[in-house]
């Protein structure tokens, strides 16, 4: 005998509450694994991060404030801001400090006018060009040792490069020892490093340059604008963002230079090629005067916000005016 069997719906509410709890679980769970996951991929890095940068200068800040002048040095007395004063109070900082704004603004300037004269010929259309772009960046691959080097042969007063081709045009009657005068020593250090700095200015500013559409040429030719005022209109606004990021870049590098410095004239003749970042080295190592040398370069980093603050600044000056 058959037997009726009553069956009772599902809820209709009951039946999505229980299944997105469920669902919920899992995702929950996914999620936290996949935290844990990241957590422990990116830990190597901020380890690697703490110990490279973040130790080295909250221990760099401490030192500055004792009078630390021994490396195996176990009690130094607590001097404050007593290192930041005798810097700042010093003679040879000051003047390591003006030949290191020079190098800055020559350096960087020079940099930013052969750069973009580079960046423009390359961005035109011709045969071989990417051989001449694969050319141009030799010499920014070049190891600042070996540049420095060979710019150290170029000048030298025996068999230099220079004084043979100079001699030969009759320019000058004897050999020189272009690097014996602090000031030009100075500005050949410059040369130097502009000969190989130059064509990553070149590179960056060739980036923004095809970034330009051509649109605007076409419309500038329409307006019959000549190429000096098609350049300042229309190139130099829209270049604006990579010049700004040109200039920070090489002034930074050029406010902490020090290899080609010291490969080349060791800080000579007579300190004129000391640098401020030779100048902290000398201290702190060669007179092994640590505590003023650390608190040399963090003047050395305010140094550097200030500088790199003021041109981002006149970017966006330069910015709102085009809008």
């Known amino acids: 005998m058959a037997v009726a069997t009553a069956v009772t719906p599902p809820s209709r509410e009951a039946g999505p509450q229980h299944r997105g709890t469920g669902e919920r679980k899992p995702v929950k769970r996914r999620r936290e694994r996949q935290g844990r996951f990241a957590?422990?991929?990116?830990?190597?890095?901020?380890?690697?991060?703490?110990?490279?940068i973040v130790y080295p200068m909250l221990r760099t800040l401490l030192i500055s404030m004792f009078e630390v002048k021994s490396a195996v040095a176990t009690v130094t007395p607590f001097v404050g801001l007593d290192n930041y004063v005798q810097?700042?109070?010093?003679?040879?900082?000051?003047?390591a400090m003006g030949r290191t704004l020079y190098f800055t603004l020559v350096s960087t300037g020079l940099e930013l006018v052969l750069g973009l004269a580079i960046a423009w010929l390359l961005n035109a259309e011709f045969r071989g060009r990417?051989?001449?772009?694969?050319?141009?960046?030799?010499?920014?691959a070049l190891p600042t040792i070996v540049n420095a080097a060979m710019w150290k042969g170029i000048y030298n007063a025996q068999y230099g490069a220079l004084n043979g081709l100079l001699s030969g045009l009759g320019i000058i009657d004897e050999y020189q020892a272009w690097l014996s005068d602090p000031f030009t020593a100075l500005n050949f250090l410059i040369v130097a490093d502009a000969w190989k700095t130059t064509p990553l200015v070149a590179f960056?500013?060739?980036?923004?340059?095809?970034?330009i559409p051509n649109e605007l040429y076409e419309a500038a030719k329409m307006d019959r604008a000549g190429r000096i005022r098609t350049f300042f209109s229309v190139t130099v606004p829209l270049l604006a963002p990579s010049i700004a990021l040109v200039l920070v870049l090489r002034t930074v590098e050029a406010v902490k230079v020090f290899d080609i410095v010291y490969a080349m004239t060791r800080g000579g003749p007579a300190n004129g090629t000391q640098t401020i970042s030779y100048y902290t080295y000398v201290t702190a190592f060669s007179e092994q005067n640590y505590g003023l040398g650390s608190a040399i370069s963090y003047l050395i980093v305010i140094v550097i916000l200030a500088l790199s603050a003021l041109y981002l600044r006149l970017l966006r000056r330069s910015e709102m005016s085009l809008l």
Do not use: C, D, K, M
Not at 204 to 211: E, P, Q, R, Y
């Open 39 to 52: 957590f422990w991929l990116l830990l190597p890095a901020f380890i690697t991060v703490f110990g490279v």
């Open 204 to 211: 960056f500013l060739l980036a923004g340059l095809t970034s």
């Open 130 to 140: 990417w051989l001449i772009r694969a050319l141009v960046v030799l010499p920014w």
């Open 87 to 95: 810097a700042l109070t010093s003679g040879g900082f000051w003047e």
